[in-house]
């Protein structure tokens, strides 16, 4: 009797189709219209006078700030990654994979590939994030965590935004 060993390929095709297909667009979408959602909510609570689910919108929004920056950052990325020789028109010699546009291009191209694909799971994380602080803020507190780690990554997000503004 002989025993093989069958290779793991579900768990990575199901990592790649997460990732890429429906459910990827799906947790962009939902990071994308996160502020949106949570500035409604916020006005909605304010409006009805229930001041205290508002610091649960506040972090909502706080966290559709840093999805933007994420969907900001990841767009450029790849953009600059598939049109680098019409975005970046210079010396090759010195850029990353030069001295050839070739070279040049695929290594721009290869680095935007994990960036998009760590902000569709970066995405996903701030979406799980800000419904579980939205459920905090509704029923009985059972995720204590939610709102510390809310301010963290909100306030992170902020430093990062600021850092890159600068650098322009």
């Known amino acids: ?9 579900r768990s990575a095709s199901s990592l790649v189709s997460k990732t890429l297909g429906r459910p990827g667009q799906r947790w962009v979408w ?10 409604a909510r916020f006005m909605r609570t304010v409006s009805m006078g229930r001041f205290a689910h508002a610091p ?6 706080g966290l559709g700030l840093v ?13 600059n990654g598939a049109l680098y020789p019409l975005l970046d028109a ?8 030069g001295p050839t546009l ?18 569709v799971w970066l995405l996903r994380g ?4 800000g419904s579980c602080d939205q459920e905090s803020s509704t029923v009985a507190r059972s995720h204590w965590w939610s709102r510390p780690l809310a301010i963290l990554l909100a306030a992170a997000g902020a430093v990062l935004f600021v850092g890159w503004i600068n650098q322009l």
Request: glycine share 6%; proline share 4%.
């Open 1 to 9: 009797m002989e025993i093989t060993q069958q290779p793991h390929r």
């Open 30 to 39: 939902r990071g994308i219209t996160l502020l949106p959602v949570s500035t």
């Open 56 to 61: 649960a919108a506040l972090l909502g929004m």
């Open 67 to 79: 999805a933007w920056f994420v969907v900001l950052i990841s767009t450029q990325a790849a953009v």
């Open 90 to 97: 210079h010396d090759y010699q010195n850029s990353w994979g």
């Open 102 to 119: 070739a070279g040049a291009w695929a290594v721009h191209a290869a680095l935007a590939v994990p960036i998009v694909l760590a902000a």
């Open 126 to 129: 701030l979406v799980v994030l």
